[in-house]
């Protein structure tokens, strides 16, 4: 048995690859390459796959993971950030969802109320898992539709643990109602105990847990700790009746209101992955083509009455909340397909024979084509969006009905923008983190010593926990949003794969890293990296010195810093590099010429005089490219425009007559006492 389960598992991973690369090729997400690859190898397909039973656990183990996963990412903080469209958007768009197809299918089709209710369930749920997947391409969670699309699909992945509770009692078995609402109290009597358990560890065993396991900086103990949470919370909620997959949310949960929680997701993620590809085989397995062949019509009506259904009532949901008619659209095309939960729920279906024979296989058909319909949807969402909105509706209803306020949690790690993540608070970084606070750069440190950042957490640094080899580490951090990446670990090994990840996270941030040797920088650049500083040559102040140029600091407060890092006996031997791969930094691009940010100083020759009157350009051969001044900057400012002490001027020029205009900027010192 077990050579004929590795058998099937060697022939679903290689027929796999082959379906992906396919999907790949025609742009269509991973999920519909294995839901393919299931039928191929499946029963109704070419009968490969000979331990079906032996899948269907793996595939369990999956649900138990991608539940465990979501547990990690659902946050109280961020339920809170996004309150009213969770709990507003999210339970209308479910409620009425659940009842609209329960009176369709009970006056239109005669099913039993029961059913009908839990085919409700089903087609309640869309796709996180695409959905998100391709608003992260495109950069669009943060928008308005996505906000709303991100609103619904928490609250769907939180309501479906209830759905799943619920729906044994839907079933005939249940009886009178009396004997469901007895059932009913001992289940929440079994979710109290599950609950305050779970509030006990969270508050006070599993964070110490963690930390004393993260203390000893082992992966592979980190790894196990955090998967035994898994599965002794999911084998306990099991106990007492309730399912596996609860159990795996509300461990998920515990973990993630620690600083251990995006380091256990980057951990758990590839084995997510692995297992749920099993879980989408297995669903594959069960579609069979023969039953889509022989009823095209009638699957293609209901795939059609679905996706219109679900995309009226996202719409309605959306003025509702009072986003603008083009966000609701949006969000109405992304929203409009039956999840990957529903498949999850369709297997309690069948359990509980609520779905059989004929409505089972349409149901999966259905499913699959509206998943497979999704990313198409979402791509010409804008064009059929701009199309609609030339209807004749109401002003009102097209600017939105109730405009939902600006975000106000300003100290969120998703507010961040144009800011430093720092991998790694050695030196390097601690240095890099103190010059950036005291410039005013916002920043964010990765680090991976659980006592560094209990400690700087204490002291109001922005640290987040975790390896940055994972990506949703670097999600975590902000890296779509980031100007500057600085890695300031000595791992090299580490280093090549994080440059790798924050390039095709990110292709335009600039990227420095600090490498040990001289021959490590040329497949340092290779990989991405826009600046290798190797230790042989460069230290902590020359790092910061690149970062300050790429955001303009004046070179007044770059010396300050370099001056008090040398007078703590910080010694080093300075060389630059003849080039440098920035926007703000055309040196490299103009033969001895330079363009450097100046401080204005009160009393210097310039202070109180307009730039016509200094004459820059005729008597200094240097042009100001803008002035910035209280937080402001002017471009290409004109002649009349009066300079001030504390003005911070960009000047442009050959390096010689721009040094000697930084002089002039300079207050000259006060004389000596006698």
């Known amino acids: 048995m077990e050579i004929a389960l590795l058998q099937d598992i060697a022939i679903i991973f290689g027929l796999a690859i082959v379906v992906l690369q396919v999907c790949h090729r025609i742009k269509l997400p991973a999920i519909i390459g294995f839901l393919v690859t299931g039928a191929l190898v499946g029963p109704h397909g070419l009968h490969l796959v000979k331990s079906i039973h032996e899948v269907e656990l793996l595939a369990e183990i999956g649900v138990v993971l991608l539940l465990f996963t979501i547990g990690l990412e659902f946050s109280l903080k961020e339920l809170f950030r996004l309150k009213r469209q969770v709990l507003i958007g999210g339970s209308l768009q479910v409620f009425f969802t659940i009842i609209a197809t329960t009176l369709l299918l009970v006056f239109s089709f005669g099913l039993p109320g029961n059913r009908a209710l839990f085919i409700g369930f089903l087609m309640a749920l869309s796709s996180t898992a695409i959905v998100l997947r391709l608003y992260q391409e495109k950069a669009e969670l943060d928008s308005p539709h996505g906000e709303t699309v991100l609103a619904i699909l928490i609250f769907q992945d939180v309501i479906v643990v209830l759905l799943m509770l619920l729906t044994p009692f839907l079933a005939d078995r249940a009886g009178e109602g009396a004997a469901v609402g007895k059932q009913l109290l001992i289940l929440f009597a079994k979710s109290g105990i599950i609950f305050s358990l779970v509030l006990l560890g969270a508050r006070y065993l599993v964070p110490h847990a963690l930390f004393l396991v993260a203390r000893t900086r082992s992966r592979e103990l980190f790894l196990l700790t955090i998967a035994a949470i898994c599965l002794l919370t999911a084998w306990l909620t099991s106990l007492l009746g309730l399912s596996l997959g609860l159990g795996a949310f509300l461990a998920g949960l515990v973990i993630s209101e620690s600083e251990y929680s995006t380091a256990a997701l980057g951990n758990m993620t590839p084995f997510r992955d692995i297992f749920m590809s099993f879980f989408f085989v297995s669903i594959g397995m069960l579609v069979d083509a023969r039953v889509i062949a022989a009823n095209p019509g009638i699957i293609g009506l209901l795939t059609v009455a679905i996706l219109f259904m679900k995309f009226s009532l996202v719409l309605f949901v959306g003025i ?78 097209k600017r939105g009905l109730a405009p939902m306020r600006a975000r106000e949690d300003k100290g969120s790690l998703r507010e961040l923008r144009n800011h430093i993540i720092i991998i790694g608070y050695g030196l390097n970084g601690r240095n890099l983190a103190k010059a950036a606070s005291s410039a005013g750069i916002p920043y964010i440190i990765v680090e991976t010593n659980p006592e560094t950042v209990r400690r700087e957490q204490k002291k109001g ?60 920088i040329d497949t340092l650049r290779e990989l991405g990296a826009d600046d290798v500083i190797p230790e042989e040559y460069e230290t902590a102040v020359e790092i910061f010195v690149r970062v300050l140029h790429h955001y303009l600091v004046p070179q007044q407060d770059i010396d300050r810093f370099m001056a008090e890092v040398r007078a703590d006996g910080y010694q080093m031997l300075r060389t630059r590099p003849r080039s440098m791969v920035s926007v703000c930094d055309m040196s490299g691009c103009l033969s001895d010429s330079e363009i450097k940010v100046v401080m204005l100083e009160e009393g210097s020759t310039f202070a109180g005089r307009t730039i016509a009157e200094i004459g820059l350009r005729k008597n200094y051969g240097v042009s100001v490219m803008a002035v910035r001044r209280g937080g402001i900057m002017e471009p290409n400012p004109p002649g009349e425009t009066r300079l001030e002490g504390g003005n911070s001027l960009i000047l442009f020029g050959s390096s010689e007559d721009v040094s000697r205009c930084v002089e002039l900027c300079r207050a000259p010192p006060a004389p000596a006492l006698e």
Do not use: C
């Open 461 to 520: 640094r922005h640290i987040l926990y975790g390896d940055a080899t994972h990506v949703p580490v670097l999600e975590h951090a902000g890296i779509s949003h980031a100007r500057v990446v600085v890695v300031a670990i000595s791992d090299y090994v580490g280093s090549r794969q994080i440059v790798r990840q924050i390039k095709e996270l990110n292709p335009a941030v600039h990227l420095i890293v600090r490498t040990r040797f001289v021959s490590e």
């Open 320 to 397: 509702v909340l009072g986003v603008s008619l083009r966000s609701a659209l949006l969000a109405a095309f992304s929203l409009a397909q039956v999840g990957e939960f529903s498949f999850v729920l369709s297997k309690f279906g069948v359990e509980y024979d609520f779905l059989a024979g004929a409505r089972y296989q349409y149901f999966l058909a259905v499913a699959v084509i509206t998943m497979a319909l999704t990313p198409f949807l979402v791509t010409f969402s804008p064009k059929l969006t701009k199309a609609l909105l030339r209807l004749p509706f109401p002003d009102r209803m």
